[in-house]
């Protein structure tokens, strides 16, 4: 409360003395706590305008707020104008909040809201001289009142389900001018709620957004959320048809489908996989080739073996993807593989870029013969270029020798007569993946460089797709998802 108190001087002070001000409470749904916590609140309030007013005891509040205002929200502002969303915050000194302190504290009224009390805030009626109000309440307050320049919020209650703690999460939204002025008060474990139910939120609309770039609906397209041990996504009954995995990085193969169309981006992204290729020493594909000159200007497919994953790890965090291309996060998969490399696992990395039948160019010395993928017509209307896959499907298995490839295979066509459908000349990638997996040491790694006229644009380097094969592992951190029924079946196959 003292916060609210400094908030609604500083925002005085701010030439906001008219601005409406709104403290939330909510500790229980019981509309007797409500009343308890506001006679408690209502005496407080009550005994600070007489310290202020009437200096009884004042020196000692004074030199606490002062404290708070120092301690917590000087350095706060100043982290805060630092950003793009602060930077216009004006700097605003304690002796001007001092002078707005006894002002703003006798506006402070608490008001209980729930559905016995019939007297709304009066937010419209008090437009001209603005309303200061601690508001104390439970569902109406958590759900579906909005509190006019919430700046102070004091929240208690929890629920297990994604959903109603999604509808409690209304905290504070875009706050001009105050933004830094904003607390937030609640348990250690809730915090950790609402962090991962926002992440999970996160996630789920990066799904989301990737379905309809690609023109796919919900029928067609797998949807997961994540779980949690406590936490519940929403009721049973409303979750039957769902089924809970668990995901980890390990044994999946991360194929970006997502592209920058701009020159910027990829020319930054081509020179990053430049400088990695003169890194890494002589591939071994194409054979024959005695000097790097030669390698450079090769236009086929190129391959390197035994390629640290400490390189491979600082390659993938510096390359920038779409927010859209949710498979391919740049700081995911370059922590995964370090957190692997601690347990002696990612070490031993193979690196290929296949040639294909496009237009050659050239970045940094070397030729690159590009690859055609046809663009999906969703992606032009984003921005973006968005293709099915840039993965043949024959190149996941370019690390297997002649003996691993059969294995892999025939557990593939094992799999697809048993469920009645024809046999493969090509292994399934998950097989490919556990054959790869029985040394976890192993991964691969494949640049595609595609041509930019597939995706309509006209500069002179290739727009790299990333696609990285993942071994089996006992060692990668897992994530338990719960996945709709389309998701299900991709997870089965």
């Known amino acids: 409360m003292l916060c609210f108190v400094l908030a609604c001087a500083a925002r005085a002070a701010r030439g906001q003395a008219n601005a409406h001000n709104s403290m939330l409470i909510h500790i229980s749904r019981f509309k007797d706590v409500h009343q308890a916590v506001f006679r408690q609140v209502d005496e407080w309030v009550a005994d600070l305008k007489r310290k202020l007013k009437y200096r009884t005891g004042k020196s000692g509040l004074i030199d606490r707020l002062r404290e708070m205002w120092e301690r917590d929200f000087e350095p706060t502002s100043?982290?805060?104008?630092?950003?793009?969303?602060?930077?216009?915050?004006p700097i605003t000194s304690w002796a001007a909040v001092e002078r707005e302190l006894t002002n703003a504290a006798d506006k402070i009224r608490p008001q209980v809201?729930?559905?016995?009390?019939?007297?709304?805030?009066?937010?419209?009626?008090?437009?001209?001289?603005?309303?200061?109000?601690?508001?104390?309440?439970?569902?109406?307050l958590s759900r579906g009142l909005t509190l006019e320049g919430l700046t102070v919020s004091y929240f208690l209650r929890a629920s297990k389900m994604y959903d109603s703690l999604m509808q409690m999460g209304?905290?504070?939204?875009?706050?001009?001018?105050?933004?830094?002025?904003?607390?937030?008060?609640?348990?250690p474990d809730l915090q950790l709620w609402f962090r991962h139910v926002a992440t999970a939120a996160e996630e789920l609309r990066e799904r989301l957004d990737h379905m309809a770039m690609i023109g796919a609906t919900p029928e067609q397209y797998g949807l997961r959320i994540q779980s949690h041990d406590i936490l519940l996504v929403t009721a049973p009954n409303k979750m039957r048809h769902s089924r809970e995995f668990q995901v980890s990085f390990q044994g999946e193969a991360k194929i970006q489908t997502v592209f920058f169309?701009?020159?910027?981006?990829?020319?930054?992204?081509?020179?990053?996989?430049?400088?990695?290729?003169?890194?890494?020493?002589?591939?071994?594909?194409?054979?024959?080739?005695?000097?790097?000159?030669?390698?450079?200007?090769?236009?086929?497919r190129r391959v390197w073996q035994g390629v640290a994953g400490s390189e491979v790890a600082n390659l993938l965090g510096s390359l920038l993807f779409p927010e859209e291309a949710r498979d391919v996060n740049a700081g995911r998969l370059s922590s995964y593989i370090r957190e692997l490399l601690a347990a002696n696992e990612l070490t031993d990395w193979t690196i290929a870029v296949p040639g294909g039948s496009g237009e050659l160019l050239s970045v940094n010395g070397w030729n690159f013969k590009t690859i055609e993928r046809?663009?999906?017509?969703?992606?032009?209307?984003?921005?973006?270029?968005?293709?099915?896959?840039?993965?043949?499907?024959?190149?996941?298995?370019?690390?297997?020798?002649?003996?691993?490839?059969?294995?892999?295979?025939?557990?593939?066509n094992r799999k697809r007569i048993a469920a009645g459908k024809d046999a493969s000349n090509t292994p399934d990638g998950p097989e490919i993946r556990k054959i790869r997996g029985e040394n976890p040491k192993r991964a691969l790694l494949l640049l595609y460089p595609l041509s930019p006229k597939n995706a309509g644009v006209d500069f002179t380097v290739p727009i790299f797709g990333v696609v990285v094969s993942f071994p089996d592992s006992q060692s990668g951190r897992s994530v338990r998802y719960r996945f709709n029924t389309v998701e299900q079946r991709v997870e089965l196959v």
């Open 170 to 187: 209304r905290w504070f939204g875009y706050r001009p001018g105050y933004v830094d002025l904003c607390r937030l008060y609640m348990t």
């Open 78 to 89: 100043a982290e805060i104008r630092a950003t793009r969303t602060g930077g216009n915050l």
């Open 374 to 412: 046809a663009p999906l017509p969703r992606g032009a209307a984003s921005g973006r270029y968005v293709v099915k896959t840039v993965l043949s499907p024959r190149d996941e298995a370019i690390d297997l020798d002649r003996s691993e490839y059969d294995r892999a295979l025939a557990e593939t």
């Open 261 to 300: 169309n701009d020159e910027t981006s990829n020319y930054r992204n081509a020179t990053a996989i430049t400088g990695f290729l003169n890194r890494i020493g002589q591939p071994v594909e194409p054979s024959g080739t005695t000097g790097r000159m030669d390698c450079k200007s090769f236009e086929g």
């Open 113 to 140: 809201v729930n559905s016995e009390i019939r007297d709304a805030i009066d937010y419209e009626g008090n437009a001209a001289q603005g309303l200061s109000v601690i508001a104390i309440g439970g569902d109406k």
